[in-house]
């Protein structure tokens, strides 16, 4: 009977979340001394005393309370999405290629890059190497790749095919600490569509 009611208890924490967990402790200490009001049930009569509801333990949290302890000494705490990755568009791009100091990384495979072209001064970095590169500093990215980045707050825009690749590219840099980074939507596909009609 005792183990059968104290599975009822642990399955269904709902019947015991009726009242605050102040509420529950005083009652429990109640029970323990012997003052229960005759006639009344609580399941926290089948629980140990003490240790078994100390507010910091596991077995308050998953029976009492229900959920985690975090979440719920602050409803508030939340982990908050990643900002989104910037975009940019032929424009952008087509005046960006024009300076001498920019920092343009093409993450598609040499292959292609061979097959279809390439936006000029841009920078070949497949994607399975971008974050071994950017893992690198500054300084030390420049003479490996060829780039001309002073700092990592200095802006990099990355471009693939299609503009997914890409902006795998950017979250991998944004991680290993390039947070100026820009993802070309449209990529090369937009490119060479663009610049046949506005070459």
Not at 53 to 80: C, Y
């Amino acid at each position: 009977m005792l183990r059968s009611a104290l599975r009822f208890c642990t399955a269904a924490p709902g019947v015991v979340v009726r009242k605050s967990a102040t509420s529950l402790l005083e009652r429990h200490s109640a029970v323990v001394s012997g003052a229960r009001n005759p006639g009344e049930f609580y399941p926290t009569t089948l629980m140990r005393p003490a240790a078994a509801f100390s507010t910091a333990s596991p077995l308050f949290e998953r029976i009492i309370l229900g959920q985690g302890s975090d979440r719920l000494r602050n409803p508030e705490v939340e982990e908050k999405p990643e900002a989104p990755v910037p975009q940019v568009d032929y424009d952008y791009v087509k005046k960006l290629v024009s300076r001498d100091d920019c920092n343009v990384v093409d993450v598609r495979e040499p292959h292609e890059v061979q097959a279809d072209g390439r936006i000029p001064m841009t920078v070949n970095i497949p994607l399975d190497q971008v974050k071994e590169a950017f893992s690198l500093a500054p300084s030390q990215l420049n003479a490996r790749y060829g780039l001309d980045l002073k700092s990592r707050t200095d802006e990099v825009v990355f471009h693939c095919r299609s503009g997914v690749r890409s902006e795998k590219a950017c979250v991998m840099a944004r991680n290993a600490g390039y947070k100026n980074v820009k993802n070309y939507k449209g990529s090369m596909l937009d490119w060479s569509a663009k610049t046949s009609i506005n070459p």
